[in-house]
């Protein structure tokens, strides 16, 4: 159609595009979520959650739970898969391992030649050094008062 109109006869291509992305737009609703296998899951994982808690425990008390849940996780060195008491923090991707544990880890790749990959699941960084770890003095202080309750 643009080929055979002449160019004052063309319609306003914006205009249109924007019309048509309104009439798609109105067409989304929440129906389709409840069509969503992922969507549903969360929602019936909710209606657990929320049972199990039965309205005895405020969402900030839930919260707090989570928190602790997490960062007691983080206690984790992900190399020995026991709490840390010595923690260091890589540089560059931001994991959290055991000191000793990733030193060694850094020591005998070296003597294969080999780099180290990041331990932690998921991470991609594949050239961890010695230079690149600090040591993390804040999660060392949550672990030991972890420790003392």
Not at 19 to 32: A, G, I, Q
Not at 55 to 82: H, K, W, Y
Not at 83 to 99: D, F, L, S
Request: with cysteine; net charge neutral.
């Amino acid at each position: 159609q643009v080929k055979q109109e002449k160019p004052e006869n063309l319609p306003d291509l914006e205009n249109l595009a924007q019309e048509k992305f309104l009439e798609m737009e109105s067409m989304n609703s929440d129906s389709d979520l409840q069509r969503n296998e992922k969507y549903m899951y969360f929602k019936d994982q909710l209606k657990e959650m929320k049972k199990q808690y039965h309205g005895n425990d405020t969402i900030e008390q839930i919260d707090e739970d989570l928190a602790v849940t997490r960062s007691q996780m983080n206690f984790i060195c992900p190399i020995t898969q026991v709490t840390m008491k010595r923690p260091v923090r890589n540089k560059v991707c931001g994991h959290i391992y055991e000191e000793d544990a990733i030193l060694e880890m850094i020591q005998t790749q070296k003597q294969k030649k080999k780099k180290v990959r990041c331990p932690k699941m998921g991470c991609s960084h594949v050239d961890v050094k010695g230079s690149d770890l600090v040591r993390d003095d804040i999660l060392r202080r949550l672990i030991d008062s972890q420790k003392k309750q």
